[in-house]
């Protein structure tokens, strides 16, 4: 049974003369001389409902209302499955695809770098990624064995350390402490991220890679680093004209995560507490640092929302140095949900310390 008439009754007829009723049966077609379908006969002619204020309402209704068609001009675009080792090269991965990515990392902002213990949900994540981004430089020591139980022939793992010039001689780091198995004698340190102008070199790869894998995106992804780059390059000339106001630069660091921030700002650290991940000063270090903070008047000890607090405040009470806790990851802290974020809120917090009396 064909129900062209009732349908135009309803409302429902989108087309004129000749032409298929949207929402009837294919093969009916309605003829306004004479109808080939058989039913009820419209209560009143077709011009008059072309003249009639109802009609005309219920038509607007319906283009407002009715489900939109399909578009054949480009198909959908699934976004590119990523998977990052730490928040920042989330954060960098996502200002360069935009809708165009999907990016999981797999380290929040409280997590140790380091010592971090991949879960179940980690390796699935990783089996379903086209593309995983890590730093590189033995930062990630866990990382390795995961790609390779995950098992995933198709996964490209990228890594954005490369080109970085890195810091290798840590000496002075260490305030002549330098031991031969310190976590960042090979290879040299892997904080790279908290210089900005690494993180250019790191979204470049980045970038790299996204087009490699998407290249229908190109221009869209070379215009997103662009932009992403021009407000970094202002952010660190901000900073910079900031701490350059400071007449003492000197910290105590709580590990080595700090020398490429220091490095770029004109900071200069002092000494390090715990130069090697997971273990701890002897007494007889502990007292040494303390107559040096103490000779030197040393004002701010910087340690970080990843690690324990206990040794800062340690010193802190022996010597009357202020505390301030930094995060080396975004999200760590209150207010450093993006790098920018991040990198702006540590020197400010660093350089408004330094500069109390």
Same mark, same amino acid.
């Given at each position: ?18 032409? &298929? ?33 109802? !009609? ?58 380091? +010592? ?13 990624? @086209? ?22 022939? !198709?996964?490209?793992?990228? &890594? +954005?350390? @490369? ?8 000496? =002075? ?21 908290? =210089?900005? *102008? ?7 790869? #980045?970038?790299?890679?996204? #087009? ?12 997103? @680093?662009? %932009?992403?780059?021009?407000?970094? =390059?202002?952010?660190? =000339?901000?900073? !910079? ?26 900071? *200069?650290?002092?000494? &390090?507490? @715990? ?6 000063? !002897? ?6 640092? #303390? ?12 340690? *970080? ?13 022996? +010597? ?15 207010? &450093? ?13 660093? %350089?408004? %310390?330094?500069?109390?009396?």
């Amino acid at each position: 049974m064909c129900y062209a008439n009732r349908t135009f009754a309803a409302g429902q007829a989108r087309q004129r003369s000749g032409k &298929t009723v949207w929402g009837a049966p294919a093969a009916c077609h309605v003829d306004m001389v004479e109808p080939e379908c058989y039913g009820p006969q419209p209560m009143f002619s077709i011009d008059q409902a072309k003249r009639s204020p109802v !009609s005309i309402a219920l038509s607007t209704l319906l283009v407002l209302f009715s489900p939109a068609l399909p578009s054949s001009a480009e198909p959908a675009h699934n976004p590119i499955n990523i998977v990052v080792t730490i928040p920042v090269l989330k954060d960098l991965a996502e200002q360069v695809g935009g809708p165009h990515v999907r990016v999981k990392s797999l380290l929040s902002g409280y997590e140790n770098e380091h +010592t971090y213990a991949p879960k179940p949900t980690d390796l699935v994540a990783v089996r379903k990624a @086209q593309l995983l981004f890590e730093i590189g430089t033995g930062l990630e020591v866990w990382a390795a064995s995961l790609v390779k139980n995950a098992g995933s022939p !198709s996964l490209r793992v990228v &890594t +954005t350390s @490369q080109g970085v010039d890195l810091i290798r001689d840590h000496s =002075d780091l260490h305030h002549n402490e330098h031991q031969e198995n310190d976590e960042h004698a090979s290879g040299g340190n892997p904080h790279i991220w908290l =210089d900005p *102008e690494n993180v250019a070199i790191m979204m470049r790869h #980045i970038t790299a890679a996204l #087009i490699e894998i998407d290249p229908a995106h190109t221009e869209t992804y070379r215009n997103n @680093q662009a %932009a992403y780059l021009q407000r970094l =390059d202002r952010l660190r =000339d901000e900073l !910079s004209d900031r701490v350059k106001s400071l007449s003492d630069r000197r910290f105590v660091a709580h590990h080595p995560a700090w020398p490429y921030m220091a490095r770029r700002f004109g900071f *200069e650290i002092a000494a &390090t507490i @715990q130069v090697q991940t997971g273990t701890e000063p !002897s007494a007889i270090q502990l007292q040494s640092l #303390i107559a040096k903070i103490r000779k030197d008047r040393l004002k701010v000890v910087v340690s *970080e929302i990843q690690l324990s607090q206990k040794l800062p405040h340690l010193l802190a009470k022996e +010597t009357k140095a202020r505390v301030v806790v930094l995060t080396t990851l975004p999200g760590g802290l209150p207010g &450093t949900e993006s790098y920018l974020d991040m990198l702006r809120y540590n020197v400010l917090q660093l %350089a408004n %310390a330094l500069e109390t009396p």
